[in-house]
């Protein structure tokens, strides 16, 4: 794992010859040794193609290109960090919620509707969340951003989870969601906000859930 946790709010990535990372923008706090950040304005590995399905999806968050040799601190707006380990499975998250990952990692967009139907699409309006998802593909480490810590929470055949979109992080696996309406359910959980809905994952894989209901 590239990756080592300092706190709860930075980590230290590990830069190779040969090896590259893309970063948000901003996230880069120190570095030691001889590293270049570099503006990416081909959105990662998923090349000119997926630059535009991401700009159209309002997933283009800028991104830098880090190689070289030495170590960098990253870090942004003292959001807590997690950090996710894929082995040839696909991440799917916000594209404002990662911090860095592998350039080994193919990156990609997919439309939420395509999973959720219709429903799929509620969920964006209700997060304020594009209706598209960006999607990492691969071996490699990745880490993302969220408010006040996160769980994992497995994800296995018969046993769906059910995670209020707004604490939503991110979700890896065989998974498919759906969104539920149900009818006072923040007010009986004293959220009192008035939208009365669940996400719900089935499937077999993980999910990761923010202890807060704030967007980044």
Known sequence: MPFREINSKMVEATIAPGQKMFSQRGAMLAYQGEV????????????????????VANEATPLMTVDGRGTVLFGHGGHHIQVIQLTGDTLYVEADR??????????GTMFMGSQ?????????????????????????AVAVMAHGGVIELPITPGRAVHVDPQAYVAHHGDVRNKLSTALGWRDMVGRGSGEAFQLELSGSGAVYVQASEEKL
């Open 116 to 140: 959720g139907g219709v429903m799929g699409m509620v969920r964006g309006q209700v997060t304020g969340q594009g209706l598209f998802t960006t999607t990492l593909k691969g071996h490699g």
């Open 98 to 107: 990662l911090l860095a990952f592998d350039g080994t990692l193919q990156q």
């Open 36 to 55: 270049s950040f570099t503006p990416n304005i081909q959105g990662g590995q998923g090349g000119l193609a997926s630059m535009i399905g991401r700009r």
